[in-house]
């Protein structure tokens, strides 16, 4: 079974920092792209930011120049550096990862439980 557990949510003033942390645990083969999407209430959940297991990496363009999303493929963790937040962040942020569980195996995506990260104005 394939666990992934977030931590680093909070709250914080505008223009503060967080760092959000995924590790994903269980029976793992590989794990090929890894990402953050968020949801903020009343809306779909969105693409944050992804990151493959070479290190390319792609974000949207609401939070190009002040989210960065690196990952440390040794220990199955993903992070995503938030910078210069804006009330606009506010929302429950899901990470997520898209990967096989044996040599045979389809790849599959899993999510975490979600993290809230609230900006206050």
């Known amino acids: 079974q394939v666990q992934l557990v977030e931590s680093g949510g909070g709250l914080v003033q505008a223009g503060g920092s967080l760092r959000l942390s995924c590790a994903a645990s269980?029976?793992?083969?590989?794990?090929?792209?890894m990402g953050w999407y968020r949801q903020a209430p009343g809306k779909q959940r969105e693409l944050v930011a992804t990151?493959?297991?070479?290190?390319?990496?792609n974000y949207a363009d609401s939070v190009k120049g002040r989210f960065t999303i690196s990952r440390d493929n040794a220990k199955n963790t993903v992070y995503l550096q938030m910078n210069s937040l804006n009330p606009e962040d506010t929302a429950v942020y899901f990470c997520?990862?898209?990967?096989?569980?044996?040599?045979?195996?389809?790849?599959?995506?899993?999510w975490g439980q979600g993290t809230q990260v609230t900006v206050s104005s």
């Open positions: 269980g029976v793992i083969f590989s794990i090929s792209v």
């Open positions: 990151i493959t297991s070479g290190g390319s990496t």
């Open positions: 997520n990862a898209n990967l096989r569980i044996s040599l045979g195996a389809y790849r599959d995506d899993y």
